[in-house]
């Protein structure tokens, strides 16, 4: 059974970092594409990045590209989503997701 | 990138309806779409994963259907539990802009 758990969320000030993690199991990690995406209060759904199995492949949706960096560690079943110079846009509850399997979620809040 | 749309953006329905949903992407995805239904105040419902797989615990009135481009979710008969926004989504990828279904 796909197993995705996210931790990392929290309250952080704009302009602000943070970094997501999804700890992922019941299936090979390694070969998966694996993505975050996010809700934002009384919003509708948005895919944020993407990565392939290997890493070599990134993408990201434009209003967090140069801000967000996905990557992963293998060897761990890991998935990470960095994110820096935050904005109050960026409040949401992000999902990791691999295919249609998603975790539980974890809430970041940007608020000064 | 790879662009969903979603037809209708709204649709008004009584109970009892047949509804259909209609996705398109921008280029072929195979059979790697789900749809989800979306609540107020509610995580995301997994309702059909790899475009016509119906998922565990879902009622049989959902169904999914298309490949390639072109993908549709129907209801059979709509029920007032049904009655929310839902989003097609190319696996890992973008969302169509969402279907809002409402009351008539």
């Known amino acids: 059974e796909v197993q995705l758990v996210e931790s990392g969320g929290g309250l952080v000030q704009p302009g602000g970092s943070l970094r997501l993690s999804c700890a992922a199991s019941?299936?090979?990690?390694?070969?998966?594409?694996m993505g975050w995406v996010r809700q934002a209060p009384g919003k509708g759904l948005e895919w944020v990045a993407n990565?392939?199995?290997?890493?070599?492949?990134?993408y990201y949706v434009g209003s967090v590209k140069g801000r967000f960096t996905i990557s992963r560690d293998n060897a761990k079943n890991s998935l990470y989503l960095q994110m820096n110079s935050l904005r109050d846009e960026d409040t949401a509850v992000y999902y990791c997701?691999?295919?249609?399997?998603w975790g539980q979620g974890t809430m970041v809040t940007v608020s000064s | 990138d790879i662009q969903m749309t979603q037809s209708p953006s709204t649709l008004s329905a009584s109970v009892g309806d047949r509804v259909t949903i209609t996705c398109r992407a921008s280029q072929s995805i195979s059979s790697w779409l789900a749809w989800y239904q979306l609540k107020p105040g509610k995580a995301p419902k997994l309702l059909i994963y790899k475009a016509s797989s119906l998922e565990s615990g879902v009622p049989s009135r959902f169904s999914g259907s298309g490949s390639g481009t072109e993908f549709t979710l129907t209801i059979s008969s709509l029920q007032p539990d049904d009655f929310a926004t839902y989003y097609c989504q190319y696996y890992n990828n973008y969302f169509g802009p969402g279907t809002k279904v409402d009351i008539k």
């Open positions: 997701t691999r295919d249609e399997a």
């Open positions: 019941g299936f090979t990690f390694s070969s998966s594409w």
């Open positions: 990565i392939r199995g290997d890493g070599s492949d990134k």
